[in-house]
């Protein structure tokens, strides 16, 4: 049983693995992690799970050290940490690999062993990233920009009448109430960003053919619309974990 730790901004995703396959997953909030509630979850789903590795990635730092001490009480194992060296699959050609996110390495990782080179990765989180493995199967760099959720929260802090709103697909693009408008402008609006920058790197790569794979939370809702994103994966992210500790381990 392999125990994987992915530690977002907002969330934490933790997963269990057996072979090739990913048996389970729990979330929680990172400000949790931070706090010390990490060891309380994994000694609620691990008490008859022997654990006999882990794997971790952080993009918050001060989530990283709590979230391995909770991995060492609970199990007794300290957790391999992702970053840019021993990656199964694919290479790096970038200037400053260690500032990459290890997430999005472990998502090259997973795209990569699922759909070949070259490939892209989407991933619906706090932030939206692209992430591009070349046709030789190194990463090579990616894109950032504004989360779905963080555009609506925003508009919402920072006007006096626009309100929270729940993300989810609107009846129709023109508007009806203000609640209509925001989701159209959010919903069927990311969508164009997103278009609109696959066809950029399928231009810029010189690939008319780009397989194209989302994960995060938005991934379905966003995807089901774009015909460019070929697969939906909810634990890539996870998934590019398990392949890492495999591979570390000499067994993938």
């Not at 090739?20 to 008859?48: E, F, Y």
């Not at 909770?70 to 060296?85: F, H, N, Q, S």
């Not at 760099?141 to 626009?162: C, K, N, V």
Request: with cysteine.
């Amino acid at each position: 049983m392999i125990l994987l730790i992915d530690i977002g901004n907002t969330h934490t995703h933790v997963g269990w693995a057996q072979g090739t396959r990913i048996l389970g997953t729990r979330n929680l909030s990172t400000k949790d992690v931070r706090a010390g509630s990490l060891g309380r979850l994994l000694a609620g789903l691990l008490p008859r799970k022997p654990v006999t590795g882990a794997c971790l990635c952080s993009v918050v730092p001060t989530a990283t050290k709590p979230a391995c001490r909770a991995v060492r009480a609970v199990t007794g194992l300290d957790p391999e940490i992702l970053g840019p060296d021993r990656l199964p699959g694919i290479g790096i050609r970038y200037p400053k690999p260690a500032s990459i996110g290890p997430d999005r390495l472990a998502n090259a990782v997973a795209a990569t062993r699922l759909l070949g080179a070259p490939v892209v990765v989407v991933d619906f989180g706090t932030a939206v990233t692209f992430d591009v493995v070349d046709a030789d199967a190194h990463y090579v760099g990616g894109i950032i920009a504004p989360g779905i959720a963080m555009m609506t929260d925003y508009l919402h802090e920072r006007t006096a009448l626009l309100p929270r709103v729940r993300i989810r697909e609107p009846r129709r693009v023109v508007g009806r109430s203000t609640e209509q408008a925001m989701l159209a402008g959010a919903v069927v609006g990311y969508r164009g960003m997103v278009r609109g920058l696959i066809q950029a790197l399928r231009d810029e790569l010189g690939q008319a053919e780009l397989p194209v794979v989302a994960t995060g939370g938005y991934a379905r809702l966003i995807a089901s619309r774009l015909p460019e994103i070929r697969s939906v994966h909810p634990h890539l992210t996870l998934e590019g974990l398990r392949l890492t500790w495999e591979h570390r381990q000499g067994r993938g």
